[in-house]
């Protein structure tokens, strides 16, 4: 077994690692919060925090 086999090895272990972590956080999520809660998003919750100045906008000079 050369070092790139092992690497190879090693990028599947992580992958597997990280699917089985976010198939865990998603049943988790699931089943902490309402389905309505989760596909909706309401008017207003998002503030207009980002201002944009007019002189900024476009290409450098």
């Known amino acids: 077994m ?4 092992l690497l190879e090895y090693v990028a ?3 992958s597997a690692i990280l ?3 976010m ?3 998603m049943i988790k ?9 989760l596909t909706s998003s309401k008017e207003g919750e998002i ?3 980002l201002v944009i100045d007019p002189t ?4 450098h000079k």
């Open 2 to 5: 050369n070092s790139f086999q």
């Open 19 to 21: 699917g089985l972590w």
């Open 12 to 14: 599947w272990a992580l």
């Open 29 to 37: 999520t699931d089943k902490s919060y309402d389905e309505d809660l």
């Open 56 to 59: 900024h906008q476009g290409g």
């Open 23 to 25: 198939l865990f956080d």
């Open 47 to 49: 503030d207009d925090t």
